[in-house]
Structures are given as structure tokens and as C-alpha cells.
């Protein structure tokens, strides 16, 4: 089951699909731009946390970008499993830790803001669960993932618009604002997604939580 939030729709895909389409003739794998992916994102969070905000900032939204190519890859050479789509999302998580981490000692260091690792954490924990929420909807309600009203659910602090909202706060230079909107935007959403299922299935038992 796929979604793309609006920053993959309109610009990401844009360019994850020539990506994907140049890489198909190759021996290249989709678990190898998974690597990839979550290598740059490593050396993201280093660039950031060494005070290069500008070349991470921008590196942030090559993540985001490149992070559609290996689905692509995987679809145009029929290569798609299970274990793939694992080792995407757990790199995926891994990603996004690295590049908060990286922000948040960019504000410790470089900005004259309290507490930058309490508002790190924040943006990193609701980041997560924004995350584990989208998949426990897609295990626990597939009917609901399925409807036309995936935007709703899933678009409001998707993985593609905090990327996007970290890359352009790293490039100006305002990690700690970008970590605080961030948390603030997943926050909302968790709640929200809350209070939208249950008016959407009213009547459902809670699954047992693994």
C-alpha cells in the first residue's frame, strides 16, 4: 500500500522516477539505495551536527528524494518483498534519527535557544509515532488506509513534509524552530488521526498492542 504526501507528489517523485528509470538497465538493487539512503543520511546528520547547515539542509531533501527510488526500482524491475519493505522503513526510522540528532547539536552549538535537546526529542518522538501510527492504521484498518481519504490521515506532517520543513530550517539556519514545528505538526497529526478513525469506526475493538 502506497501514499505520498504532497511534497513526494509534486516534487519528490518528479525526480525519484527518472532516478529509478536510469538505474533499471543496472545491477543496481533496491536494497542497495536503501543502504544508500540511510548512509547520506548518516553523513547528513554529521554535516549538520559539524555546523555545515547549508549542504544539510540541502542533503535533507536529497534523502527525501532519493528515499522514492528503491519503491521505484523495486516496481520496474518486479523486485519487491517483504523483507525489502522492512529493512526500508526500519532504515527510514535510523534516517530520520540521524538527521534530527544532527539539527539538534546544531542548535546546541550554533543558536542561542534553551533546551535544543528537549525539543530534539520531541520532534524525534512524535516523528516515530507519526510513523508507527500510519502503520498500525494500514495493519489494523486496511479498509480505512484504502479509502479516498488517505490525504486526511496521512498527509498532515507526512514523512515528506517534515523533510521538507528540516531541510529548508537548516538551510536558514533555524534548526531549533524547524525541530519545534516539527514536534508541534506531529503532535497535531497523532491527535488528529486519533479523533478522525474513531469517527470513522466508532464501533472497532482496539487490537492488542505488539
Known amino acids: ?13 518528479r525526480l525519484s522516477r527518472p532516478l529509478a528509470g536510469a538505474l533499471r538497465p543496472t545491477p543496481i538493487a533496491p536494497n542497495h539505495v536503501t543502504a544508500f539512503t540511510l548512509l547520506l543520511a548518516l553523513a547528513t546528520g554529521a554535516m549538520l551536527a559539524a555546523g555545515w547547515n547549508i549542504a544539510g539542509g540541502i542533503a535533507i531533501q536529497a534523502v527525501s528524494v532519493i528515499d522514492g527510488v528503491d519503491g521505484e526500482l523495486a516496481r520496474l524491475k518486479q523486485a519487491a ?66 479509502s479516498g481519504n488517505l490525504d486526511r490521515i496521512f498527509g498532515l506532517a507526512s514523512r515528506d513534509v517534515r523533510s521538507l520543513l528540516l531541510a529548508l530550517g537548516a538551510i536558514v539556519g533555524q534548526c531549533y524552530l524547524a525541530l519545534a514545528l516539527v514536534a508541534g505538526l506531529a503532535a497535531l497529526t497523532i491527535a488528529w488521526r486519533l479523533v478522525y478513525l474513531r469517527t470513522l469506526a466508532p464501533a472497532d475493538r482496539p487490537a492488542a498492542d505488539g
Open 1 to 13: 500500500m502506497s501514499y505520498d504526501g504532497l511534497v513526494s507528489r509534486y516534487l519528490n517523485r
Open 81 to 146: 518483498t517483504r523483507l525489502g519493505a522492512i529493512f526500508d522503513a526500519v532504515s527510514d526510522r535510523y534516517a530520520d534519527a540521524a538527521i534530527i540528532a544532527g539539527m539538534t547539536v546544531y542548535a546546541a552549538r550554533f543558536e542561542a535557544r534553551p533546551h535544543p535537546e528537549v525539543v530534539g526529542m520531541l520532534a524525534l518522538g512524535a516523528s516515530l509515532i507519526v510513523s508507527y501510527s500510519r502503520a498500525r492504521i494500514e495493519a489494523d484498518l486496511p479498509a480505512v488506509a484504502r
